[in-house]
């Protein structure tokens, strides 16, 4: 369970990469837009776990490419939120499926043949 501190914190970070990623991260992801789904916090605020979800991009080399250039994010956040926070977290990027998993699951049900209720009213009739 997070504390309200913690819950504070990852508030605050999760907008702020959000905003990053949208101005100052731009050469970094390209066309893609990545969406920051949610912040954990270490309990001393050292750590962020910071879940990704990229739109338009290969998810896994936009993600290898988010976390070698993870230390100049943190320059990003730290010139952000430095005044506010003691400590800027290290942060440590995760790659959250469940988009491309809905996306999938749209695929699979958009394929399903499923008959319409008309014809089995018909044939209860008949019996």
């Known amino acids: 369970m997070e504390t309200k501190r913690q819950q504070k914190y990852s508030k605050l970070i999760q907008k702020e990469l959000g905003e990053i990623f949208q101005r100052e991260g731009k050469p970094l992801v390209g066309k893609a837009m990545v969406t920051v789904v949610r912040v954990l916090m270490s309990p001393d605020l050292g750590v962020a776990k910071v879940n990704l979800s990229f739109l338009l991009a290969d998810n896994q080399a936009l993600f290898e490419r988010i976390n070698e250039?993870?230390?100049?994010?943190?320059?990003?956040l730290g010139n952000r939120i430095g005044k506010s926070v003691r400590v800027i977290p290290e942060l440590v990027f995760y790659l959250d499926e469940s988009a491309a998993y809905a996306q999938h699951m749209d695929e699979v049900?958009?394929?399903?043949e499923i008959p319409d209720p008309s014809d089995e009213t018909e044939d209860e009739e008949e019996n």
């Open 109 to 112: 049900i958009s394929k399903l």
């Open 69 to 76: 250039n993870k230390g100049q994010l943190r320059k990003f």
